[in-house]
């Protein structure tokens, strides 16, 4: 079984499946070597290990060396966030899906806003379109990749967020994806309403809040997203044993 299938076929297991958001390759191997059945990038949390601030800043051809990296050392698969697509125009997104997909990514995702000073919700229309195209292509050029799609209207925090969601993944899934991405919805009801009202799976991502895993899966979820949270914890204990060793003058922080 491929990658591709292997990453399609565990979206439609009765279970959620927990994935593993990398920064590096160390990272991508902590997560296979501990029995996790897929990875994928956190934007942010790359984006940081590189020194640049998340929404694109990142080099493209550093986020491929990084992948092609990935998908060297490790067997399980790998999907990777793209953001908006490291372009602006369809030609450019789905230049950049060909690559990766000759890599050996199983999967990418696209999202439905564009970061910037703020970061600003595409028109529906248009966004509807590049998805259009993206899945064509896809298609037409049988390539193997997973399409998860992500909607930010609980990210962005919208009073309306989720008439906005169900609104969108209704026009969303009528143009050949594969998943409905929405992060940043924890209530309940919510989660429930909008799994409900989707044929595809839908990915949830860590927050505070968010049920736990068994009860995500009752709720209809089918994935569940670290996002950037064990990246920073990481980071945060590591601060602190280097602090540590200055206050103490000694290396015991770090050796016991």
């Not at 030609?91 to 950049?96: A, C, L, V």
Request: charged share 20%.
């Amino acid at each position: 079984m491929s990658p591709f299938e292997t990453f399609s076929r565990l979206h439609r297991d009765p279970s959620p499946f927990l994935l593993g958001n990398i920064w590096d390759v160390n990272s991508a191997k902590l997560f296979e070597t501990h029995g996790y059945q897929a990875i994928g990038t956190s934007s942010q949390a790359v984006a940081k290990a590189f020194g640049y601030e998340d929404g694109e800043q990142l080099p493209f051809e550093t986020l491929l060396g990084l992948a092609k990296r990935v998908v060297e050392t490790v067997r399980i698969p790998f999907t990777l966030d793209m953001e908006g697509g490291y372009s602006r125009t369809i030609g450019g997104i789905t230049e950049n899906i060909t690559r990766l997909h000759d890599i050996g990514i199983a999967g990418i995702n696209l999202e439905d806003t564009i970061a910037g000073a703020t970061r600003q919700l595409q028109p529906v229309a248009a966004f509807q379109k590049v998805l259009t195209a993206v899945a064509d292509h896809i298609s037409r050029n049988n390539l193997r990749i997973f399409l998860n799609i992500r909607t930010d209207g609980f990210l962005l925090g919208m009073p309306g967020a989720l008439a906005e969601t169900l609104a969108r993944i209704g026009s969303y899934e009528t143009t050949g994806i594969d998943g409905i991405f929405v992060p940043c919805i924890t209530d309940r009801n919510d989660i429930k309403e909008v799994a409900g009202a989707t044929a595809l799976p839908l990915n949830v991502m860590c927050m505070p809040g968010l049920p736990d895993l068994e009860e995500l899966g009752s709720l209809g979820v089918k994935r569940i997203s670290m996002g950037p949270f064990l990246f920073s914890k990481v980071y945060d204990h590591a601060g602190l044993l280097a602090q540590r060793v200055l206050e103490n003058k000694s290396f015991s922080s770090i050796l016991s």
